[in-house]
T-cell receptor, first 114, second 109 residues
């Protein structure tokens, strides 16, 4: 199957700083990527849909200025958590669509804001 | 090494019950996830188990046995819309998700 690489796997940052998470499709071109967030023992929540070359579509309740998404190429989408606070600590995961028929997930990123 | 095994494809009849099994081997364990994916759509979260036992959510239930490295997803009162791929994923000690290849479920009238 297709490979989606997400980096970093885990990160600890200080409150007020920004953190960038990368999602790369290694052996295919992904026109669409999805970003999810998950709190412990809760459902995976879709944050936004990222389309190459256009602005991301954010789900209701997700702050666009807080979670910046950039899908600059067909193989890379980035999520930047700006001015992170402890409540932003969570598990973030991306997935990439292949030929609009299949989606593959990255490994996920555990963010801890202290 | 780390590994997830689940059947490639299963067929069931509308209105019946089907159980999709998943076995896993990971370095440490921080929970097991089940996702549903319809063709052309993003996967959607179904369940998360971290403790042994059965968790029921409507027509879907998920079971976990950590000692056996085993989980199953149980779908009751099958509907045609349940035709989809079902993905099993285990989270290891580094919080990385180890994914199964998915089970394609075909529902017949």
């Amino acid at each position: 199957g297709a490979v989606v690489s997400q980096h970093p796997s885990w990160v600890i940052c200080k409150s007020g700083t920004s953190v960038k998470i990368e999602c790369r499709s290694l052996d295919f071109q992904a026109t669409t990527m999805f970003w999810y967030r998950q709190f412990p023992k809760q459902s995976l929540m879709l944050m936004a849909t990222s389309n190459e070359g256009s602005k991301a579509t954010y789900e209701q309740g997700v702050e666009k200025d807080k979670f910046l998404i950039n899908h600059a190429s067909l193989t890379l989408s980035t999520l930047t958590v700006t001015s992170a606070h402890p409540e932003d600590s969570s598990f973030y995961i991306c997935s990439a669509m292949v030929r609009d028929t299949e989606a593959f997930f990255g490994q996920g990123t555990r963010l801890t804001v202290v | 090494g780390q590994n997830i095994d689940q059947p490639t494809e299963m067929t069931a009849t509308e209105g019946a019950i089907v159980q999709i099994n998943c076995t896993y081997q990971t370095s440490g364990f921080n929970g097991l996830f089940w996702y549903q994916q319809h063709a052309g759509e993003a996967p959607t979260f179904l369940s998360y188990n971290v403790l042994d036992g059965l968790e029921e959510k409507g027509r879907f239930s998920s079971f976990l046995s950590r000692s056996k490295g085993y989980s199953y997803l149980l779908l009751k009162e099958l509907q045609m819309k349940d035709s989809a791929s079902y993905l099993c994923a285990a989270m290891d000690s580094n919080y990385q998700l180890i994914w199964g290849a998915g089970t394609k479920l075909i529902i017949k009238p």
